[in-house]
């Protein structure tokens, strides 16, 4: 069993449109949660970045953590079409510590105008 | 912003070739970071880099070694490829380990590789 598993999707949604991402995890000492956003032929970059349980909101996102479940999501309200990219959650247990920084496989969401 | 190139977007090469990947970063970070990217399998980290001439082994160290002569630049080195190691390759940077909530990484575009 993976430590993070996300759905690889692919998910289509059309513009407008509230998605929703999620990861599970297994292992109880993450405390770190991050949601990357890659665009196809580039590298990942940081959207959203959490500490503990509790949500976090900027602009269109908001990422929720939900410790008791090992659960995480990333919510995208009002979705546009440059949102179409793939969302890689990555979660570790210490702080600063790339070493321990465990990734999900992505999900592929595609926003149709 | 933090610019990470890597110097080849595409590359090819024969199974047993030795191969080098490059990567440099513009802002002085001291960390720096190989990947890997398989499909259904996410990044796995190679290997890693906190300070000139440190190396550490990452989860899949296995048929790679790495360089970092200078703080900007650091290299993924294949010794002899192998077919399995056909894959996105991405390199990273981030400032300062010691950071309390400095997560944050900046990747470069990737190397896509195939070994034929």
């Known amino acids: 069993q993976k430590e993070v598993e996300q759905d690889p999707g692919p998910l289509s949604v059309p513009e407008g449109a509230i998605v929703s991402l999620n990861c599970t995890y297994s292992n109880s000492a993450f405390q770190y949660f991050m949601w990357y956003r890659q665009y196809s032929r580039k590298g990942p970059e940081l959207l959203m970045y959490t500490y503990s349980s509790g949500n976090k909101e900027d602009g269109r996102f908001t990422a929720q953590v939900d410790k008791s479940s090992k659960y995480i999501s990333l919510f995208i309200r009002d979705s546009q079409p440059s949102d179409s990219a793939t969302y890689l959650c990555?979660?570790?247990?210490?702080?600063?510590?790339?070493?321990?920084?465990?990734f999900g496989s992505g999900t592929q969401l595609t926003v149709l105008p | 912003d933090v610019k990470v190139t890597q110097s080849s977007r595409y590359l090819v090469k024969r199974t047993g070739e030795k191969v080098f990947l490059e990567c440099v970063q513009d802002m002085d970070h001291e960390n720096m970071f190989w990947y890997r990217q398989d499909p259904g399998l996410g990044l796995r980290l190679i290997y890693f880099s906190y300070d000139v001439k440190m190396k550490e082994k990452g989860d899949i160290p296995e048929g790679y070694s790495v360089s970092r002569e200078k703080k900007e630049r650091f290299s993924l080195i294949l010794e002899s490829a192998s077919t399995n190691q056909t894959s996105m390759y991405l390199c990273?940077?981030?400032?300062?380990?010691?950071?309390?909530?400095?997560?944050?990484?900046?990747f470069g575009s990737g190397t896509q590789l195939s070994v034929l």
């Open positions: 990273a940077s981030r400032q300062d380990r010691e950071a309390a909530t400095n997560e944050k990484l900046f």
């Open positions: 990555a979660m570790s247990a210490h702080s600063g510590s790339a070493r321990q920084l465990t």
